[in-house]
């Protein structure tokens, strides 16, 4: 969203598909995995099921991570506001504290049988203040990334001021992998209800 004196960048969709279902289909495959039937004295079977669980529970911490840090922006001439809604938790930026802002490419990736698989591919902006802190904004996270980031990137310049641009760019790359997980996800989890109520 965009007005006159305003730019908004809302979080994205595409990570808040990604932070949900991630997570249930990590806890999905740890619950999978676990298996009561496995007995301490089966030491290495034990040991196996345990790590297993353990690795898929963290990466579900971590997309849960990545829900809560989910971020909306709001850039003025005067100032850069960081709200992160899931935490309610906000900051109020002077555009006088920013010391640099640098923009680079932003890859989010996958393996899969030895192969590199490139789940989505593209930029972030690096945001550094004069009190040591640093900030970054990546396209996958918010909405507007383009029109933000164009006029981050002068926020430094003394002739600064917001060009909020005519129309908001939409960028639809990833969402065929999102639409994958979610299909995957909940195909898992059918199986697995499935599974409970046979029993």
Same mark, same amino acid.
């Given at each position: 969203?965009?007005? #006159?004196? +305003? ?18 289909? &990590?806890?999905?495959?740890?619950? %999978?995995? @676990? ?5 301490? @004295?089966? /030491?290495? #079977? @034990? ?7 353990? !690795? &898929? ?7 849960? @991570? ?5 971020? /909306?922006?709001?850039? *003025?001439?005067?100032? !850069? ?6 935490? =309610?938790?906000?900051? +109020?930026?002077? %555009? #006088?504290?920013?010391? +640099? ?12 049988? =030895?192969?590199? $698989? ?8 690096? $945001? ?9 904004? *990546? ?13 981050? +990137?002068?926020?430094? /310049?003394?002739?600064?001021? %917001? ?8 960028? &639809? ?15 898992? !989890? =059918?199986? %697995? ?7």
């Amino acid at each position: 969203m965009n007005n #006159d004196n +305003k730019i908004i960048a809302n979080p994205s969709l595409l990570q808040i598909g990604f932070s949900i279902f991630g997570m249930l289909f &990590f806890l999905s495959m740890a619950y %999978l995995v @676990y298996n009561p039937e496995v007995e301490s @004295y089966q /030491k290495a #079977d @034990y040991r196996a099921m345990w790590v297993i669980i353990l !690795l &898929f529970c963290l990466f579900a911490i971590a997309s849960f @991570y990545m829900l809560l840090s989910s971020k /909306k922006v709001e850039l *003025t001439d005067d100032f !850069l506001s960081i709200e992160y809604p899931l935490l =309610f938790k906000a900051k +109020k930026i002077s %555009l #006088d504290d920013i010391k +640099k802002v640098t923009e680079s490419d932003y890859n989010v990736k996958s393996s899969h049988d =030895f192969k590199t $698989i490139e789940v989505y591919n593209g930029r972030q902006i690096k $945001i550094e203040f004069f009190e040591l802190k640093k900030l970054t904004i *990546t396209s996958l996270e918010v909405t507007n990334y383009e029109i933000l980031a164009q006029n981050l +990137k002068n926020v430094t /310049k003394s002739y600064f001021k %917001l060009h909020t641009g005519t129309k908001n760019i939409k960028n &639809f790359q990833g969402y065929g992998w999102l639409i994958f997980i979610i299909v995957l996800t909940v195909g898992l !989890l =059918f199986s %697995l209800i499935q599974k409970k109520l046979g029993h």
